[in-house]
């Protein structure tokens, strides 16, 4: 009888109540900064690389602009979406209402569907570049990109909203009335959301960045040849050189999505019956952080950031 006692329940029905979990004062604390520095830092390393592009002209390409709007995603998702998922998995009892949890599980969901948007507009913009150079820079222009990365914007905020508001619905799990939990309208419903939203975009990234590798690697071996040792032929070969080298760099970041989300959706969409909603809320926190690795990527491979990550925090942005 006493253990029944010393056992406290988030809301007063005992019977349809989660049950309260304790940990030490230490622990709490700690993991509540780990957390809290890691949407920190998430949102200080791409508000960085979105001033960085945003204010230099020189860096103002259709590339540049794509990794800008990548940005934008991973800047929601350190601003909004971690700090909520925080929330989420330290506190085991929900507080914030049926509205609240709707909004939490529609601005996560909408910030994955940008990400591989972006994605996917990218692998478009280096295919292009890589594959057929002489028409890049008419085919892909600033007026064109920005055209693709508003319409993708729009396409992701407006399905997102359809989703959560026609299908989704937030349902009463058996043992636990006020947990945070969604269930989506049919097995259908889950299946055409998933080929739309990631197996599609997925395979179109997949099947360009194939053929990029195959003429990258083809155009390489041309620079040993003779061919490429005449005067005109050099520039061509420099700049399909510096077009390698982006789309090289801008694979590790589309490698490292799918890293740190092929796991997270095998898991939800394998075992979509969680008994464990903490372990759920833990696997979509490790798959965000995919948007904190993003900035630290262009800060190893790409040397404009890291020279103008040094005029911005020194301060001397304006006398550049």
Request: with cysteine.
């Amino acid at each position: 009888m006493e253990k029944h006692e010393d056992v406290q329940y988030c809301f007063q029905d005992r019977n349809s109540s989660c049950i309260k979990a304790f940990l030490s004062t230490s622990i709490y604390i700690t993991l509540y900064i780990f957390f809290s520095l890691i949407s920190a830092v998430t949102v200080l390393l791409n508000l960085l690389v979105i001033i960085s592009i945003s204010h230099f002209k020189q860096l103002h390409t259709p590339t540049n602009l794509l990794i800008v709007s990548l940005s934008a995603s991973d800047l929601l998702v350190g601003l909004i979406v971690i700090p909520v998922m925080t929330v989420a998995i330290m506190e085991s009892c929900w507080g914030f209402g049926e509205h609240f949890c709707v909004f939490q599980i529609y601005i996560a969901s909408v910030c994955t569907s940008l990400s591989l948007g972006n994605l996917v507009l990218i692998s478009i913009d280096r295919y292009v570049a890589v594959c057929d150079p002489l028409l890049y820079h008419s085919k892909i222009t600033i007026t064109r990109i920005t055209c693709c990365i508003s319409i993708t914007w729009c396409c992701c905020i407006i399905y997102r909203a359809a989703i959560v508001k026609n299908f989704v619905n937030v349902q009463v799990p058996s043992r636990c009335l006020k947990e945070c939990t969604t269930f989506e309208g049919s097995i259908w419903v889950n299946f055409t959301d998933l080929v739309i939203t990631m197996v599609v975009p997925c395979s179109v990234i997949i099947t360009l960045y194939m053929k990029i590798f195959v003429v990258a690697r083809s155009q390489s071996r041309k620079v040993f040849s003779k061919e490429a040792a005449s005067v005109t032929g050099v520039k061509t070969v420099q700049a399909n050189k510096s077009e390698r080298k982006a789309a090289k760099t801008l694979s590790i970041v589309v490698f490292n999505y799918f890293i740190c989300w092929i796991p997270t959706l095998f898991v939800f969409y394998s075992f979509s019956i969680l008994s464990d909603n903490f372990l759920s809320y833990l696997i979509s926190f490790l798959a965000f952080v995919n948007s904190l690795i993003n900035p630290i990527i262009y800060a190893f491979l790409y040397p404009w950031f890291k020279v103008t990550t040094k005029l911005i925090l020194t301060l001397k942005i304006r006398h550049s």
